[in-house]
T-cell receptor
Framework: DAMVIQNPRYQVTQFGKPVTLSCSQT?????MYWYQQKSSQAPKLLFH???????NEADTPDNFQSRRPNTSFCFLDIRSPGLGDAAMYLC?????????????????FGSGTQLSVL | GEDVEQSLFLSVREGDSSVINCTYT??????LYWYKQEPGAGLQLLTY?????DMKQDQRLTVLLNKKDKHLSLRIADTQTGDSAIYFC?????????FGQGTTLQVKP
């Protein structure tokens, strides 16, 4: 049973055309994350939500935004995709307060959305 | 900032043991993790170790932690073709999970 679901699996967009990637979870986890993973590189954290509390990483470009309308869903909006934004985007969830205290936090990842920018 | 480094590639024969190594820079890391990523898929948590432990065994997987040298390793006993994947080391500190670049494990029949 899929627990963290990302749609679509592959997304193609045009340079400068806004695109939205979606993530849903059936785990009822309070924390949701978006990671960007370029080919042969480590996943890089873009931002995360702790419940409705949004936490942006300092080096995440302004071009990237996120919305979390409810516990189950989280969206990644790329306002004006550039060629350098082509990557795999991974959504993950956890049930521990991220950053609140040093606990063992296990992340559950979706299968990712591979974004191509033409 | 925190840095996590891994060798990029490892090739072994089926049935042999695989050892994937990782080094990290921040000695205050509380937990260290190993994730597996199969082609076209997300990351799957394999195992983890708390920083006050030096070894953890879980079936075919053995994690060794040398905190003094900031070195973590993952040993896979009796490696199978289904173990072919990318393995990511990650450290947790200051509320953030930092991943290494990943080690591609190739298992030859």
């Amino acid at each position: 049973d899929a627990m963290v679901i990302q749609n679509p699996r592959y997304q193609v967009t045009q340079f400068g055309k806004p695109v939205t990637l979606s993530c849903s979870q059936t785990l009822n986890h309070n924390v949701m994350y978006w990671y960007q993973q370029k080919s042969s590189q480590a996943p890089k954290l873009l931002f995360h939500y702790y419940d409705k509390d949004f936490n942006n990483e300092a080096d995440t470009p302004d071009n990237f935004q996120s919305r979390r309308p409810n516990t189950s869903f989280c969206f990644l909006d790329i306002r004006s995709p550039g060629l350098g934004d082509a990557a795999m985007y991974l959504c993950a969830t956890s049930s521990v307060g991220f950053g609140r205290k040093a606990t063992n936090e296990k992340l559950f990842f979706g299968s990712g959305t591979q974004l191509s920018v033409l | 900032g925190e840095d996590v480094e891994q060798s990029l590639f490892l090739s072994v024969r089926e049935g042999d043991s695989s050892v994937i190594n990782c080094t990290y820079t921040d000695s205050s890391s509380t937990y260290l993790y190993w994730y597996k990523q199969e082609p076209g898929a997300g990351l799957q948590l394999l195992t983890y170790i708390f920083s006050n432990m030096d070894m953890k065994q879980d079936q075919r997987l053995t994690v060794l932690l040398n905190k003094k040298d900031k070195h973590l390793s993952l040993r896979i006993a009796d490696t199978q073709t289904g173990d072919s994947a990318i393995y990511f080391c990650a450290s947790r500190n200051a509320g953030k999970l930092i991943f290494g670049q990943g080690t591609t494990l190739q298992v030859k029949p």
